[in-house]
Structures are given as C-alpha cells and as structure tokens.
C-alpha cells in the first residue's frame, strides 16, 4: 500500500515534501508526490467563497492510480462540507481519497498538516472519530483541538500495530 499526494492548485513545494516524509514515519508506508492539478471551478461556491469537499472527492475519483494506494489531495483553498461552516479535511470512508486544507493551519502547518493528513488517511483505512482527545482520530471543530491531538493513533484505532 502506498499514498499519493497530489497538489490542488498551488501548494509549497517545502510543505508537500515535508508532509510526505512526515506521513512515511508516522505510518509507515511509502509516499509519492504526483504534481499538481488545478481545482475545478465547479467546486467553488460563490455564496461562500470556498470550496466543496465533497465535490473534490468526487473530482480525486477521477484520477487513475497506476499503482494500489490511497490519493490525498492538499489544497491551499479553505474548504466546506454540508452542515459545517469550514472544514480541515475531509476523506471516503475505507475508500481511497482523502483531501486537507492548508487555509486555516497557519503557524505550526508542518505539525497540524501532519495530523489532519494522517487523521484523513485513517478515515481511507475505516476509522471512524475517536472519542479520545489526544488519538489522531479525534474529530476537530478548531485548531486548539487540532493542536491537542497527538499525530499518532491511540492503542484503540492503531491498525498499524
């Protein structure tokens, strides 16, 4: 099994590459950075001046892997899901997609993106939310609890182990 990354739009290039070598300790697997591909301008709403979620895992599907793996799309853009006024990520339940926003993770990115990377990866792997605050699986409405959480799994959801 491996991950891919795959730029939406414009992303740092320090940023994807930390990210993947961060992703590859912390779970264990390979990662590969496709490139970049630019954001559909169907995923944008007007009305809110972000972009769709869910329409961008729609949009990932699209994409052919050459190889089995999962595909985690990161985005500069800030990001929306139904019901929620913003979203960190968002991911396929034990499906191959899986998207993060950088937009709201200033300051300690490298940290944050890590989690919420990992965090969306677990949801490709069957985690569901964990009710632990510390487990990477926690659900975060704000980066205090972004902040809060460990980059790694709790003894709970450790499918790694």
């Known amino acids: 099994m491996k991950v891919f ?4 739009g414009s992303v740092d290039s320090v940023v994807l590459k930390n990210l993947a070598e961060d992703l590859e300790k912390v779970l264990k ?7 970049s591909i ?7 709403s007007l009305e809110r001046e972000q972009y769709s979620g869910d ?4 949009y990932l599907s699209r994409i052919i892997l050459l190889e ?13 899901a139904k019901g929620l006024n913003f979203i960190f990520g968002i991911a ?4 191959r997609n899986a998207v ?22 677990g949801h490709t792997f069957g985690l569901l939310h964990c009710e632990n605050k510390s487990c990477v699986m926690s659900f975060s409405n704000n980066l205090d609890e972004v902040d809060a959480k460990s980059s790694d799994f709790c003894s709970e959801h450790n499918f790694l182990r």
């Open 5 to 8: 990354i795959i730029s939406l």
């Open 29 to 35: 697997i390979d990662v590969t950075i496709l490139g």
């Open 38 to 44: 630019t954001l559909s301008e169907e995923a944008y």
């Open 55 to 58: 329409f961008i895992l729609k």
């Open 68 to 80: 089995n793996g999962k595909l985690l799309g990161v985005t500069e853009e800030d990001l929306y």
């Open 92 to 95: 396929q339940i034990s499906e």
């Open 100 to 121: 993060i926003s950088l937009n709201r993770l200033k300051d300690k990115i490298r940290e944050r993106a890590l989690k919420e990377a990992v965090h969306e990866l």
